[in-house]
Every structure is written in C-alpha cells, then in structure tokens.
C-alpha cells in the first residue's frame, strides 16, 4: 500500500505542471512632463492651466504594472489676497496600470488608477483673520498657504516599448490623458476639484523581458 501511494504521488508530480514564470520582470525609473486643467470649486480659485513634472519608477510583471509618482508643478492663484499670487503642487502617490496585449507588443494600450497625497504651498504672506481658521480669539495674523488633501485618479494611454530583447535593458514611452477627483483643504473648508491631464512619460531599466512566442 505504502509503494502505491509513493508511486501515484511520483507521477502526479511529474504530470503537474510547474509554475509559469513572468515572461517580462523589470524595474525602472523615468519622468514625464505635461499639464492639467483644473475646474470645479478649485478651479474657481486657483489657475486653469496647471504644468507638471513628475519622476517615477516602478516594477512590471507581464501586463501588470507598479509604479510611484512624484509630481511637481506650478499653480497660480486668481484669489491673491487669499492664497497669494503662486502656489508649489506637489503630489506622491502609486498608480496600477494593466496593458493589453502581449507583455513583447511594441505597441500596447492601458487603463490605470491610483490615489496621492497633495501638498499647495505658497511663498507669499497672506492675512488670516481669527475667524476663518478658528486659530486664535479675535484680531488676524499672517502666514503663507499651506493646504493638504488628497486625489484619486484614473486615465488610459498607449505605451510604446522599443523591441529591445536580445539584452536586458528595458525603455518605454508613453502618452496619457487621466481625470483626477481633488479634495483640499485650504483654509478651514474643504473644497473638491476636477483635473483633466495629459502627459508624456519615457522610462529606462532593467531585468528579465523573455522571447516573444
């Protein structure tokens, strides 16, 4: 009985198969550049037209792909007496993408979504009065903006991956247009805002990409 059960247990080992390895495996670092409209209650307040810079890196592992982006750009402001006349945008956060196709088409299309934490700061002293921040009894004081919230994001895109195989170097580029739900608080309310984006991103890296079949 007891060489029955080692013999059936050899062969369904043999027959099982063994665990599919990714056929693409990379990290990588890049950046991008582009803008963002901004509408809705924040786009009242503070500039349209929004550019952005943004630093990333990442792991890709066949169509799935993890990433971090830090973001900087300018904001103006058309409430000067409020938030001063230019404000520093500043977001980090990670981002999901799946592309389809093969992981070695040259050219694949991608849906993404991610959230970050978004920082506003201005350089310029603004006056606060006691009762719109609750920060003292009575009178008003200066001080620079400085508001925090948080976005959650989404987009598509096509990302072009030169056929780099034969080593294990790796690139891509990619051109994006993504919709973010803004929520900051600024100086004792909330406020929502709406930011349609579009960018260009290119990456380099390395790691096990495989043969195409």
């Not at 990379?26 to 209650?41: C, E, I, M, N």
């Not at 001080?143 to 976005?151: Q, S, V």
Request: glycine share 14%.
């Amino acid at each position: 009985m007891f060489r029955t059960v080692v013999i059936v247990a050899l062969l369904c080992g043999v027959a099982a198969p063994a665990a599919a390895e990714p056929e693409v495996l990379v990290g990588y670092g890049g950046f991008g550049t582009g803008f963002g409209g901004l509408y809705g209650d924040l786009g009242r307040e503070f500039d349209s037209n929004v550019l952005r810079s943004t630093l990333h890196g990442g792991l890709r592992v066949d169509n799935v792909d993890v990433s971090w982006h830090f973001t900087a750009g300018f904001l103006g402001s058309d409430e000067v007496a409020l938030h001063g006349s230019e404000l520093v945008s500043l977001a980090f956060g990670p981002d999901v993408r799946y592309l389809f196709g093969s992981p070695h088409d040259v050219a694949q299309l991608y849906v993404r979504g991610g959230f970050a934490r978004v920082w506003w700061k201005g350089s310029d002293k603004v006056q606060r009065t006691c009762e719109q921040t609750g920060a003292c009894t009575a009178g008003f004081y200066a001080e620079a903006p400085d508001y925090a919230g948080f976005a959650a994001r989404a987009g598509v895109g096509i990302q072009i991956t030169p056929p780099m195989r034969r080593t294990n170097f790796y690139m891509h580029m990619s051109l994006d247009v993504g919709y973010q739900l803004i929520n900051m608080k600024l100086i004792s309310d909330r406020e929502t805002g709406h930011m349609l984006t579009a960018s260009f991103r290119i990456a380099y890296g390395g790691g096990r990409k495989g043969h195409s079949r």
